[in-house]
């Protein structure tokens, strides 16, 4: 395939907007560069199309082309837009055998599917291993493992993370408060639930729709009917 080509097979992929139209574009057009697979890795993560952007991966190895750093971040970024974490954590353990070492936007979007798949103890261990390979976690890598805490009723680990982040110098977002207020609620600790939405009115952090909605249900469902009615 001529640069030309490549260029325009790259162009058309990043402008499909159906797996149909991706999958049309593969059939006529003949992949060769790692280059290309990112592009068309991608195309399939943007159509939640993980199945073909894992045989895209067998692909390359089949052709003796490594992927790259690009082409794992784009499978793994698939994974998250189809919520499928088991392949999300496979493609982390194929980097990890070849040597490649995930960057942070590679590790935030597994650890987002994992929030997604309800795997808190998997989000955790992502946002150890990130230090341990170097990789500073950030505001979107606590807020992530905190959202996947509070849905499955960890509020004590959501609360240690919001501890954590904050001791290494990161400051949490309405976001960040909200996923916490979240495990708190769902975790029965309205007082807590509380307790957080002052602290952030003390941290110049204006609450939102949400912050409040969640907080008001604290309340409600922890027996505090008088201090709902008071937000």
């Known amino acids: 395939m001529s640069n030309a080509a ?8 990043r402008s499909a907007k159906s797996r149909e139209e991706v999958l049309q574009i593969l059939r006529t057009n ?15 993560g943007r159509v939640k199309d993980v199945d073909t952007t894992l045989a895209l991966l067998d692909e390359m190895e089949s052709q003796r082309i490594a992927p790259d750093l690009i082409c794992y971040s784009a499978a793994v970024l ?8 088991k392949a999300a954590i496979d493609l982390l353990n194929a980097m990890e055998a070849h ?13 987002s599917t994992c929030d997604k798949g309800n795997q808190w103890r998997l989000a955790l261990e992502l946002l150890s291993k ?28 959501a609360l240690d ?30 007082l807590l639930a509380l307790e957080l939405l002052d602290t952030m009115r003390s941290n110049s952090i204006e609450p939102n729709v ?22």
């Open 99 to 111: 040597k490649i070492v995930p960057d942070l936007i590679t590790f935030n979007s597994a650890i």
């Open 78 to 85: 698939a994974c998250q837009k189809a919520s499928n974490w």
């Open 6 to 13: 490549q260029q325009n097979a790259c162009g058309r992929l």
């Open 130 to 157: 990130m230090r341990q390979r170097g990789t500073e976690p950030d505001v979107v890598s606590y807020t992530s493992a905190m959202a996947a805490c509070a849905k499955m009723r960890k509020w004590q680990v």
């Open 210 to 231: 949400v912050t409040y909605a969640t907080a008001i249900t604290a309340c409600a469902n922890g027996g505090c009917g008088d201090k709902a009615r008071e937000l």
């Open 30 to 44: 003949r992949l060769r560069y790692a280059k290309e697979y990112s592009c068309a890795i991608a195309a399939c």
């Open 161 to 190: 993370l919001l501890d954590e982040m904050r001791s290494y110098g990161i400051q949490p977002t309405v976001i960040t408060y909200n996923s916490a207020i979240s495990a708190c609620e769902k975790g029965g600790q309205p």
